[in-house]
């Protein structure tokens, strides 16, 4: 989240995350294919960066909700959503969890948007059916319960 808060969003599919394990638990994750990527010019800049893409380029955005649904739908729903499924825990008590980090970790319009009644979810169906790029529905959040 350390990312999208100075303008990097990444679009991290499951088939394109390595984790790395040191004695059976997470170190690291190393990213493949960038392709998804979205840049948000203004927080990049207000963090002391700044990048000269080609003009037009579908990586930058300045529409934070765009650039949130970029991470939030693989983070949270992708990768977190299928860990979930397979813990030895209730559902609703690993979201609890997950919806603690949140609160620690992200903040301002960011935790606002993240933890939203509805998120946007990616049809991907009806993308690949449209051929227009990246389509999005609203579906329930299992983070928009308190911790």
């Known amino acids: 989240m350390k990312l999208t808060a100075q303008g990097i969003a990444l679009e991290a599919h499951l088939q394109n995350c390595l984790p790395?394990?040191?004695?059976g638990r997470p170190h690291r994750l190393a990213l493949r294919d960038f392709a998804g990527l979205r840049l948000h010019p203004p927080r990049l800049a207000a963090a002391g960066h700044t990048i000269n893409l080609?003009?037009?380029s579908v990586v930058a955005t300045t529409d934070l909700d765009t650039f949130r649904a970029?991470?939030?739908?693989?983070?949270?729903?992708?990768h977190l959503g299928e860990l979930?499924?397979?813990?030895?825990?209730?559902?609703?008590d690993a979201w609890r969890i997950i919806r603690g980090?949140?609160?620690e970790h992200v903040t301002g319009d960011d935790h606002t948007a993240f933890?939203?009644?509805a998120v946007p979810h990616k049809a991907l169906?009806?993308?690949?059916?449209?051929?227009?790029g990246d389509i999005?529905?609203?579906?329930?959040?299992?983070?928009?319960?308190p911790a």
């Open 20 to 23: 790395t394990f040191i004695d």
């Open 54 to 56: 080609w003009p037009g």
């Open 70 to 78: 970029k991470i939030g739908y693989t983070l949270f729903q992708a």
């Open 84 to 92: 979930v499924l397979h813990l030895p825990l209730d559902e609703t």
């Open 101 to 103: 980090i949140v609160d």
């Open 115 to 117: 933890t939203a009644p």
């Open 125 to 132: 169906v009806r993308m690949r059916l449209a051929g227009d």
């Open 136 to 145: 999005y529905v609203p579906v329930r959040n299992p983070l928009h319960a």
